[in-house]
């Protein structure tokens, strides 16, 4: 089945760092990838969809400069949390669906990224 | 009121039961529906697509009703293994896909 590929895992950093979380689509082209955050005990939360060679598209409340989006090809969407604070501590998850599938094919998630600010 | 709402539970069942989780949606232009599983920490993982005509799978039974906009999934004879957090999933036809809030499910020796 299709694989999405999401690192690193698990990030710690200090405050004031940018951290970068990489997804890719491993077996299938994605035009759009989505990315996602999880607070404990509560469900995902859509930041923002990433469309490929253009810009992305932000939810409600999501600030654009703080959660960069690139997706520079069919298979690679970047998320870049810039100047990370604790308060951005969570887990995030991209997912993404084969652009050969229908649109309403089911999505594929990365494993995710658990990111700690210190 | 949220576009997709499911039972807040959480559900604590022994093992060996039935437990049965619903799921609403608002938007009536919605064309597919999943259920997913999410263990603490993992990715959600498809459990089952969820089909007009209903369908099984092993010990799960996904059922959908369009006309009252409700989904469900039974899980039969509970195992140990099946805690987790079930995940309803509904898809619009521009190809948009929320998400419920989850349900917790524990089962217990």
């Known amino acids: 089945g299709a694989v999405v590929s999401q690192h690193p895992s698990w990030v710690i950093c200090k405050s004031g760092t940018s951290v970068k979380i990489e997804c890719r689509s491993l077996?299938?082209?994605?035009?759009?990838m989505f990315w996602y955050r999880q607070f404990p005990k509560q469900s995902l939360m859509l930041m923002a969809t990433?469309?490929?060679?253009?810009?992305?598209?932000?939810e409600q409340g999501v600030e654009k400069d703080k959660f960069l989006i690139n997706h520079a090809s069919l298979t690679l969407s970047t998320l870049t949390v810039t100047s990370a604070h604790p308060e951005d501590s969570s887990f995030y998850i991209c997912?993404?669906?084969?652009?050969?599938?229908?649109?309403?094919?089911?999505?594929?998630f990365g494993s995710g990224t658990q990111l700690s600010v210190l | 009121r949220k576009e997709v709402e499911q039972d807040p539970g959480p559900f604590n069942v022994p093992e060996g039961a039935t437990v049965a989780f619903n799921c609403t949606y608002s938007?009536?232009?919605?064309?597919?529906f999943f259920w997913y599983r999410q263990d603490c920490r993992k990715e959600p993982k498809l459990l089952m697509s969820?089909?007009?005509s209903g369908n099984e799978d092993g010990r799960f039974t996904a059922q959908l009703n369009r006309a009252s906009q409700y989904i469900s999934l039974l899980i039969r004879d509970s195992k140990l293994s099946d805690s987790a957090t079930y995940l309803c999933?509904?898809?619009?036809?521009?190809?948009?896909?929320?998400f419920g809030d989850g349900t917790t499910l524990t089962v217990k020796p």
């Open positions: 997912s993404a669906r084969d652009q050969g599938g229908s649109r309403y094919e089911k999505l594929f």
């Open positions: 077996d299938f082209q994605a035009t759009t």
């Open positions: 990433s469309n490929e060679g253009s810009k992305a598209t932000y």
């Open positions: 938007n009536s232009a919605s064309q597919s």
């Open positions: 969820v089909y007009s």
């Open positions: 999933v509904v898809n619009t036809n521009a190809g948009k896909s929320t």
